[in-house]
């Protein structure tokens, strides 16, 4: 019979190659994690997500600050570790993924929200700040994604983007991140698809006329 921590490690480690699949992570970019009790499980440092095994996870207390390996000599969690500890202290976060999809990585360096032209990106995402630049694996870039996930309003879930760096997603479970990190990629690259048909300028403005011809 399957334990609950075998089927999470599963769960995760699908998830993973899914981002991978998708084109959501390369090399050993990107990192995710979700609640298994009182503890989290997370993807190790230094890790391909698209070849992770179940046993290459990292269980650890959700209380814990710092990031060492396992007992025994097992793998460290990834350095972003301060980042997810921190979305899973606010309230009805489950499941955490950093990913660096390409569209949306590029639109990270403009510094500003991301615009949302589809009802369904509306919907689901309600705003995506980009977080400033900061160290990966800072304690400064941990603050500043709490902050950013606490302005959308504490729903439990939501996406950001990092200077420089990808995209961050949270939500109630693990799918629903995945979905998340998914709906961003789309987005952005559909404003990257709408700047080359109808030039940047038109593109830009028609972001704050959501819905009109055009967006």
Request: overall charge neutral; glycine content about 12%.
């Given at each position: 019979?399957?334990?609950?921590d075998e089927a999470a490690r599963e769960v995760l480690v699908e998830a993973c190659r899914r981002l991978d699949r998708l084109g959501l992570v390369h090399a050993t970019a990107g990192n995710a994690s979700m609640r298994l009790g009182p503890d989290l499980l997370v993807t190790p440092k230094g890790a391909a997500l698209?070849?992770?095994?179940?046993?290459?996870?990292?269980?650890?207390?959700?209380?814990?600050?710092?990031?060492?390996?396992?007992?025994?000599?097992?793998?460290?969690?990834?350095?972003?570790?301060?980042?997810?500890?921190?979305?899973?202290?606010?309230?009805?976060?489950?499941?955490?993924?950093?990913?660096?999809?390409?569209?949306?990585?590029?639109?990270?360096?403009?510094?500003?929200?991301?615009?949302?032209?589809?009802?369904?990106?509306?919907?689901?995402?309600?705003?995506?700040?980009?977080?400033?630049?900061?160290?990966?694996?800072?304690?400064?870039?941990?603050?500043?994604?709490?902050?950013?996930?606490?302005?959308?309003?504490?729903?439990?879930?939501?996406?950001?983007?990092?200077?420089?760096?990808?995209?961050?997603?949270?939500?109630?479970?693990?799918?629903?991140?995945?979905?998340?990190?998914?709906?961003?990629?789309?987005?952005?690259?559909?404003?990257?698809?709408?700047?080359?048909?109808?030039?940047?300028?038109?593109?830009?403005?028609?972001?704050?006329?959501?819905?009109?011809?055009?967006?």
């Amino acid at each position: 019979m399957t334990s609950p921590d075998e089927a999470a490690r599963e769960v995760l480690v699908e998830a993973c190659r899914r981002l991978d699949r998708l084109g959501l992570v390369h090399a050993t970019a990107g990192n995710a994690s979700m609640r298994l009790g009182p503890d989290l499980l997370v993807t190790p440092k230094g890790a391909a997500l698209g070849s992770l095994r179940p046993g290459d996870l990292v269980r650890l207390p959700l209380g814990q600050k710092a990031a060492p390996g396992e007992a025994g000599g097992g793998p460290e969690p990834t350095s972003e570790l301060p980042t997810h500890l921190a979305l899973h202290a606010l309230p009805g976060v489950a499941a955490v993924v950093h990913a660096h999809p390409p569209f949306a990585t590029a639109f990270s360096f403009e510094g500003r929200d991301l615009p949302l032209p589809t009802d369904e990106a509306r919907t689901l995402l309600r705003a995506v700040p980009t977080v400033p630049y900061a160290p990966p694996g800072s304690k400064a870039l941990a603050e500043a994604v709490a902050e950013a996930a606490g302005s959308l309003g504490g729903r439990g879930q939501g996406a950001v983007l990092l200077a420089r760096h990808g995209a961050l997603a949270w939500a109630g479970d693990l799918a629903r991140a995945v979905a998340l990190v998914e709906l961003v990629e789309a987005t952005a690259k559909l404003l990257c698809i709408r700047r080359l048909w109808f030039g940047a300028e038109a593109a830009r403005r028609a972001d704050d006329r959501p819905g009109e011809a055009g967006t």
